[in-house]
C-alpha cells in the first residue's frame, strides 16, 4: 500500500517533469502564455554560432544539431535567464531533435528564420522574381516540417531585413506578404497548432513604419487575410552605451507603434560602440514606458563571432568562456521583476488591423499596391499536399544534463559541475536571483533528469527561500518540498 503510494507520487513527480513549455499564443498585440493566459515577454538571444557566413550544409552541422554544444549552450543561457533564442540559418534535413528538447527542458522558446544566404534559400531584394519560386517556398516549407512538432517553436520569420533602402522598399513588400500568406497556408493545412508568422525589420526609420503597415494591414477586413503578418519585429540598435528611452529613440518607437494591431518587438538589439556594453536600455524596455507595446527583444547575440557583439567566446574544440558582457547582461535580466513582468494581463487583443488601402503608406516611393504575386506554379500542390520527403522533428528524453566542455567564466574561473536544471511542465525559464547565479557553479551536478529536478528543486527551495523571489524556483521548490518531506515521513 506504501509502495504502490510511493509509486503513484514518483509518477506524478515524472509526469509534473514532462518539461513541455506551454505554447504561446498570439491575440491582438499580445503574446500570450497558453497555460496562464498572461501576457509573454520574449528575454532572448541571437544564437547563431559560426556567424552568418559559418553556415554550410555540407558540413552536416547547423546551429540545432550538435546536443553537446546545445547542451553547453543552454546552460549558459539557463544562467543567464534567458527563454528564447533566435536560429536564422537552418538545414531543414539534418536532426534538431536533441537539440530542440534541450532547450524545450530548460524553457526556451526558438524564433525559427526559414531563409538562409544560400543562392535559392531566401528572397533577392534587388529582383524577388527571380526567386519567388516553388522550389524557394520547398526550401521554407521544409523548415516549417522540421519545426512545426516542437512545443518550443514560437514564430517563423518569413524575412529578415529584405526591405532595408527605398529601392527594395518599392519593389520587395508584395513578395513578403507573398511567402507570408504561402507559409500561414502550409501551416494551417499540416501543423496541428497555428504557429505565428512575422517579419524582421531593418530600423531603417524612413521605411520602418511603411513596412510595418504595409504587412500589418488586412484585405479582408479582419485578421483572416492569410498574407498578412501575425507579428512585426525589429533589429533596433539605437541605444548604444548608458542611453535614455529620449536619446535612443526608443520613445518615437513607442509613440508610433502604439496603434500596432500584431505584438512588436526587438528582433535583435545590442549596440557595441561604446564597449563594453552595460545594456541599461534592459531595464526600460522591461519597464513600464515599454511594455504596454513591446513584448521584449533578443540581445545580438550569444557567440563571439568578427562582428563584436558576443556574449561568450566558443572554441573549435568545444571549450567556451564568458565574456564580461554576459555578467553585465545577467545582472541587467537578474534585475528585473519577473514575476510582475510575466504576469501583465492581457491587452488590446481585440485590435484592428488598418484596412490595406494607399493612405497608410506615407513614403513616396514605398510600395502601396496590394495586389500581391500569386503562388508560383507548382507551389500549391506543396501547399495542399505537403512537401515530400518532409523531415520530422520529434522531442526526446534529454538524459543527460551535464556539460562535459571546459568552460570558464568571464574571470578565467573553470566553473564546475555545469549543468542544465530541466524546468517543470509548463514553465519558461527566468532570469535567476544573483544568490543563485553566483553560488550554482560548486554545486554537485544530478546524474538523471528526474532526480536533477528533484535535486534541483531542494536546493532552489533552500535558496529562493533567502532570496524570496521568482516564480519558477519557487513552484519548482514546491514540488521539492512535497518530494522531501514525503520521504521523511515514510
Ligand atoms: C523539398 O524539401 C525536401 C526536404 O528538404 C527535399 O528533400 C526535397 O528534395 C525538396 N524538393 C524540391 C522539389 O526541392
Ligand atoms: C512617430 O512618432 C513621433 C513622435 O511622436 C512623431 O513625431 C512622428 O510623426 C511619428 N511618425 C509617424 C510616421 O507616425
Ligand atoms: C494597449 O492599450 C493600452 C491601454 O488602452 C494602451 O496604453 C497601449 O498603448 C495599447 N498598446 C497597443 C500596443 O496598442
Ligand atoms: C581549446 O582551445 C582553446 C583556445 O584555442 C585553448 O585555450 C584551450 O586550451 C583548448 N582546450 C582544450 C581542452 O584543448
Ligand atoms: C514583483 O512583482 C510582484 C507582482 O507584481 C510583487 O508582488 C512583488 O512584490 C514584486 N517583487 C519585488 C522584489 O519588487
Ligand atoms: C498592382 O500590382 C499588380 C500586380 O503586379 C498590377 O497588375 C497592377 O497593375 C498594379 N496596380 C497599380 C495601380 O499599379
Redo the contacts with the bound molecule.
Keep these: 500500500m506504501i509502495a504502490s503510494t510511493i509509486q503513484l507520487l514518483l509518477l506524478a513527480l515524472c509526469a509534473g517533469f514532462a518539461r513541455a513549455v506551454p505554447t504561446i499564443e498570439i491575440k491582438g ?1 499580445d503574446f500570450i502564455n497558453s497555460a496562464t493566459g498572461d501576457r509573454f515577454q520574449l528575454l532572448g538571444v541571437a544564437y547563431q554560432p559560426g556567424g552568418s557566413s559559418g553556415f554550410d550544409p555540407a558540413s552536416g552541422l547547423d546551429p540545432l544539431s550538435d546536443g553537446d554544444v546545445c547542451l553547453r549552450d543552454a546552460a549558459l543561457m539557463q544562467r543567464l535567464g534567458v527563454n528564447a533564442i533566435r536560429v536564422y540559418n537552418l538545414d531543414p534535413d539534418l536532426n534538431h531533435d536533441m537539440c530542440a528538447s534541450i532547450f524545450n527542458a530548460v524553457g526556451i522558446y526558438m524564433l525559427i528564420d526559414v531563409n538562409s544566404p544560400l543562392v535559392g534559400q531566401s528572397i533577392d531584394r534587388g529582383a524577388p522574381w527571380t526567386t519567388y519560386d516553388s522550389s524557394y517556398l520547398n526550401r521554407t516549407f521544409a523548415v516549417v516540417e522540421a519545426f512545426k512538432n516542437y512545443p518550443n517553436t514560437l514564430l517563423f520569420f518569413a524575412g529578415n531585413e529584405v526591405i532595408n533602402d527605398d529601392p527594395s522598399g518599392k519593389i520587395v513588400p508584395p513578395y513578403m506578404r507573398a511567402v507570408t500568406r504561402d507559409l500561414k497556408n502550409y501551416i494551417k493545412n499540416h501543423a496541428t497548432r497555428t504557429i505565428p508568422v512575422g517579419y524582421s525589420a531593418a530600423d531603417v526609420r524612413d521605411i520602418l513604419l511603411d513596412t510595418w503597415n504595409y504587412l500589418q494591414c488586412t484585405t479582408t477586413g479582419d485578421d483572416s487575410d492569410m498574407s498578412r503578418v501575425d507579428l512585426f519585429a525589429l533589429n533596433s540598435y539605437s541605444w548604444c552605451g548608458d542611453s535614455s528611452f529620449t536619446t535612443s529613440g526608443y520613445d518615437k518607437l513607442v509613440a508610433n ?4 494591431s500584431v505584438p512588436v518587438f526587438f528582433s535583435e538589439y545590442g549596440c557595441n560602440v561604446p564597449a563594453p556594453r552595460v545594456f541599461t536600455e534592459v531595464p526600460v524596455l522591461y519597464g513600464p514606458q515599454m511594455t ?2 513591446l513584448s521584449g527583444g533578443m540581445v545580438y547575440e550569444y557567440s563571439e563571432e568578427a562582428s563584436d557583439y558576443g556574449l561568450v567566446n566558443l572554441n573549435s574544440n568545444g571549450s567556451a568562456q564568458c565574456l564580461p558582457d554576459y555578467d553585465t547582461l545577467q545582472k541587467q535580466f537578474a534585475s528585473l521583476n519577473v514575476t510582475a513582468l510575466q504576469g501583465l494581463p492581457a ?2 487583443t481585440s ?1 484592428k488591423p488598418p484596412t490595406c488601402s494607399e493612405s497608410i503608406i506615407t513614403g513616396s516611393s514605398f510600395n502601396s499596391n496590394f495586389t500581391i504575386p500569386d503562388v508560383p506554379p507548382g507551389a500549391q500542390a506543396l501547399i495542399d499536399k505537403g512537401i515530400s520527403p518532409a523531415p520530422v522533428g520529434k522531442l526526446v528524453s534529454v538524459t543527460n544534463t551535464k556539460v562535459t566542455q571546459v568552460v570558464q567564466a568571464s574571470n578565467g574561473q573553470v566553473i564546475h559541475g555545469l549543468s542544465i536544471t530541466p524546468l517543470a511542465n509548463d514553465e519558461s525559464n527566468t532570469p535567476r536571483p544573483q544568490s543563485l547565479v553566483s553560488s550554482s557553479s560548486s554545486s554537485s551536478s544530478p546524474t538523471s533528469t528526474t532526480s536533477s529536478a528533484t535535486a534541483a528543486a531542494t536546493t532552489n527551495s533552500k535558496k529562493s527561500a533567502a532570496a524570496g523571489v521568482q516564480r519558477n524556483w519557487g513552484s519548482l521548490a514546491i514540488a521539492g518540498i512535497a518530494a522531501v518531506s514525503w520521504f521523511s515521513l515514510v
Design positions: 498585440s507603434f502604439s496603434s500596432t504596454p507595446v491587452q488590446n485590435i
